[in-house]
């Protein structure tokens, strides 16, 4: 029985591909695209590879049980994008017999009617409350929102990826146009409604595969849908907010920690925890939602899929104390900072330097390195320019970049033992962590 996951290089985001089921009968998911110049590159020679491994003829579409995007997030669904593009034209290099998209749009999580979350799994219907009560499509407006914010006025991560999710709104529009064009079912596993997580929700299998959905959670998305509610009636009653206020009112735990899809697959006896960009203490809450894990308690899964490319802002110590892993996978190559030094901390004061587990790295130590180094000179820039603009600012300028202080370099350097845990994703080949039997590809 194979088991494995084919993690990519994705430049600061995701791309992997599940592989599980008999050998003679070998089954994919595709969970992420990454940003743009990852679908060319990195993951189209892939599933290239595959195809010619499974022996198919020339012309034969290769199956893909589920293409799976976590949330909406440039980083995330641009890659997924450019596949489907390539699928629509009139003569792709190989063609992909995908069975179902698993995605849960902004739309389906903003135009579903309480009412119907409460039942279980929402719709977005054309008639929801967003263009029904204020005539104006939310979506868009949220995303003009994210395009009028200048660089210089996005003070922090959270505020960043905010501004990212809600200018991605529109390519998950365009990704739900795709996947209807190309026959892909939405979310079929879910009657196709809303993927969420609900207290005793059943997991869904796929042949030998068991998919256990712990996030987004029902609850959070009902106090979502409330914020959202409320926006709409002061846009209705003409109490405008300024787009600032807007993306701040969204900001607190809405866009960027509610929308990402986060799922426990398990197959003969193992686990991979596959978490997109969302929050340790909420993976925390949602497995105990699934009934999972125990309040206060410990789940061991084999594999572990670090949140948003290992940002500190997603973690604490205890995250890795509760849910320990023998392998941990780190998407990101030093834009916005990730993987952060204070993550890889944290995973050392959970774990020790002499537990058995093993750190995968998508990029060489030094090449993730550069990019931090580069995106804390341009925070660090920003912030005297801040405050220069403002003197009176309390709000800290950061000290100058330094390698034993902030590199990963130092850090593995002081830790040797932790050193020897390190795989390096290669661009050239496969980088398959295998749970069950070897993936011969």
Request: net charge neutral; glycine share 8%; hydrophobic share 40%.
């Amino acid at each position: 029985m194979l088991f494995s996951l084919d993690v990519l290089r994705a430049r600061k985001g995701d791309c992997l591909m599940l592989h599980f089921g008999p050998e003679q009968d070998p089954h994919l998911i595709l969970i992420d695209g990454g940003p743009s110049d990852v679908y060319k590159p990195f993951l189209k020679p892939r599933l290239q590879k595959i195809h010619q491994a499974r022996d198919l003829d020339e012309q034969a579409a290769l199956p893909v049980d589920v293409v799976m995007v976590s949330h909406v997030d440039d980083d995330h669904i641009k890659g997924i994008l450019d596949l489907t593009r390539e699928q629509r034209g009139n003569s792709p290099d190989m063609r992909l017999d995908v069975t179902s998209l698993w995605h849960n749009s902004f739309d389906d999580l903003l135009k579903t009617k309480p009412d119907e979350l409460v039942a279980g799994f929402g719709t977005a219907s054309v008639a929801a409350a967003a263009e029904g009560e204020a005539g104006i499509d939310s979506g868009s407006v949220l995303a003009s929102f994210g395009n009028q914010m200048r660089e210089d006025e996005i003070e922090d991560e959270d505020m960043h990826q905010t501004v990212e999710v809600l200018s991605s709104i529109p390519q998950g529009r365009t990704l739900r146009d795709d996947a209807k064009a190309l026959g892909w079912k939405p979310n079929h596993k879910f009657k196709g409604k809303l993927i969420l997580a609900a207290k005793a929700a059943k997991p869904v299998t796929l042949g030998d595969l068991k998919v256990t959905v712990i996030g987004p959670m029902q609850p959070q998305l009902l106090a979502l849908q409330k914020q959202h509610d409320e926006w709409l009636r002061a846009q209705k009653e003409k109490k405008k907010k300024s787009p600032e206020a807007a993306l701040a009112a969204f900001e607190d735990e809405s866009i960027p920690n509610l929308s990402s899809i986060v799922v426990l697959a398990e197959l003969g006896g193992k686990s991979m925890l596959l978490t997109g960009d969302a929050r340790g203490d909420r993976i925390l809450e949602g497995m105990e939602l699934a009934g999972l894990l125990k309040a206060g308690g410990k789940k061991h899964v084999d594999l572990l899929k670090v949140p948003h490319h290992g940002s500190d802002n997603n973690m604490e110590t205890i995250f890795f104390k509760r849910v320990p892993a023998d392998h941990y996978v780190f998407s990101g190559d030093g834009e916005h900072g990730n993987p952060e030094r204070a993550t890889l901390q944290m995973l050392l004061d959970a774990r020790g330097a002499d537990a058995g587990y093993t750190i995968h790295l998508t990029y060489p130590v030094a090449e993730i390195d550069a990019g931090r180094k580069a995106d804390w000179e341009k925070e660090q820039g920003k912030e005297k320019a801040r405050k220069k603009k403002n003197p009176a600012s309390k709000k800290p300028v950061r000290e100058d970049w330094s390698a034993e202080k902030h590199s990963l370099t130092a850090f593995f350097k002081n830790n040797p033992k932790m050193a020897k845990k390190l795989s390096i994703v290669e661009g050239s080949k496969p980088h398959l962590i295998d749970l069950l039997k070897p993936l011969k590809l």
